[in-house]
């Protein structure tokens, strides 16, 4: 995986198949090989060229435990789509990540040929930010949820009650959440600051790239009615809405999501 100098930082990327570039960015906490498990394959067996980042706080990229804004982010993908020189690119981002990708098709819009954003939104969510606060202060705490108690908390806030009600199914997101442990690391205390940020739905009026807005039904996160403002602002944006899924959408239901992706920018 290379890790190279751009935009002031060292970051991390990974590139995968041949074709046209995609790049997709994750949320919070999330290093880019998420990606991996279900998006990178289906879109390089449609052709095209896919890249993943570790957003920064997510090692190998720099931490940057001094903080970091959404501008800093934004500037980090876009330095990425420069790096790779095939630009522009459709870009795709999930919660922090659409922000990201929202951010940068308003700022560089001759960076990004079309852009996706799911569990998308444009202003700040009360439960949500308190969420934010409170991780936050377990972090500044030195406090370390139980791993099986982080795992059902996480679980719940996360998947939706199709899943849930799947014994087989929720045993195995339960073994994964309670492997990973609840501890944040500095880097991600550094991005959960950038989750605070004020509104900027009318911002996106301006934006003129082509995009398509995905929204989780059972996300308790990001609610639908979030991400549906955003696609509401964005002049000529589609809205999508997937069923049975919660704010981690992209694996609760990739087929899906994977099927609104390969359609979307078969239309450029």
Request: glycine fraction near 10%.
């Amino acid at each position: 995986m290379p890790v190279v100098g751009l935009n002031g930082i060292r970051l991390s990327y990974q590139v995968t198949g041949t074709g046209e570039l995609v790049v997709l960015v994750m949320g919070t906490g999330s290093p880019g090989r998420v990606w991996q498990l279900h998006q990178v394959p289906a879109l390089v067996a449609a052709g095209y060229r896919v890249a993943t980042i570790d957003n920064r706080g997510i090692p190998p990229s720099d931490v940057c435990v001094g903080g970091m804004t959404i501008d800093d982010l934004v500037g980090d993908t876009a330095a990425l789509i420069q790096h790779l020189g095939d630009g522009p690119a459709r870009v795709v981002g999930t919660s922090l990540g659409a922000r990201i990708v929202q951010e940068l098709a308003l700022a560089r819009p001759e960076l990004v040929l079309q852009a996706v954003m799911m569990a998308a939104h444009g202003r700040p969510d009360p439960v949500q930010s308190r969420l934010s606060a409170g991780e936050r202060a377990l972090h500044d705490a030195g406090i370390e949820l139980p791993s099986t108690y982080y795992a059902a908390v996480t679980a719940l806030l996360n998947l939706s009650p199709r899943t849930l009600n799947d014994p087989s199914a929720v045993q195995e997101w339960l073994d994964v959440f309670e492997f990973s442990g609840s501890a944040i690391s500095a880097g991600v205390r550094a991005q959960l600051e950038a989750e605070d940020f004020p509104d900027r739905l009318a911002a996106y009026r301006r934006i003129r790239v082509p995009s398509l807005v995905i929204g989780f039904a059972d996300d308790l996160m990001i609610p639908p009615y979030l991400a549906r403002e955003v696609a509401k602002m964005i002049p000529g944006s589609r809205y999508e809405e997937i069923e049975d899924c919660g704010h981690f959408g992209y694996l609760e239901r990739p087929a899906e999501i994977n099927k609104l992706l390969i359609k979307f920018f078969a239309s450029a």
